[in-house]
């Protein structure tokens, strides 16, 4: 399948669950013009129409948004606060948003392959490796590895909530990976310093054609534009007063 019957078939997906979420599914079917036993079977994975039929019924979808189910998702589903977790518990359908958006994203820029950190964006990548065949690497947390390169990363999410833990990633060694056009994935901008963590270690070798996020916070987005020389993509960006609350609610 071509890259952008993918990037169709995820926007149909994504729509087609974001409609399903806040409509009965026989209302649905109707606004279709569909028997509910079919828009059930496209729903569960049963049948999947044909590209012809998802162009047809995107035309009818388009008006779901879903920036907004995404951001309350991933705030609150089983974590009180942002978290890949929350969309993989709660609202798993929106995980085909997730990719639409970095699929349209990735489609010009062209990377063959991308670097990552363990954790949401890891999941993100590894679809994405499955789809587009980009090769993925990805960086341990808090940890040092004979054979590979370890490098301090002060300011990731639990930087958040104690500024005393001292953070690590542990790469491969550069002069291992192969590739040439890299593409930086990450699930949550907390401080920004995860993505430049990985931009630093990556620019001397690789051509960084962008930075794709699910979500980020305003200062932290803020610092990735002003570091990284590459186009930078967040779906969703928290205002930092929310992050100021969460960190009252650790105390």
Known sequence: MSVDNYILSEEFYCR????????KLYDLAKMLELDSSVVSKYIHGVIEPSN???RILLDKLR?????Q???????SSVYPFPETNNILHGCPHLIHCVLYE??????ELNPDIIFTIEGGGLFIASILHYLTKAKVVYGLRDVIVSGGHSVSSNGSSLDTWNPRVKRYITFP??????????LIIDDIAWTGNTCITIYKYIKKKFNVKGVFLIASF???LKRIYSEVNAPVKSIIVFPDSYRVKLQSLAE
């Open 63 to 67: 008006s779901f948004d879903y920036i």
């Open 173 to 182: 060694m550069r002069s291992k990976i192969i590739g040439e056009n890299a």
């Open 69 to 75: 189910p995404l951001s309350q998702c991933i705030s």
């Open 16 to 23: 087609l669950g974001i409609a399903r979420s806040s409509m």
């Open 52 to 54: 012809k039929r998802k």
């Open 102 to 107: 970095a699929m349209v994203f990735m489609r």
């Open 218 to 220: 305003e200062s932290a």
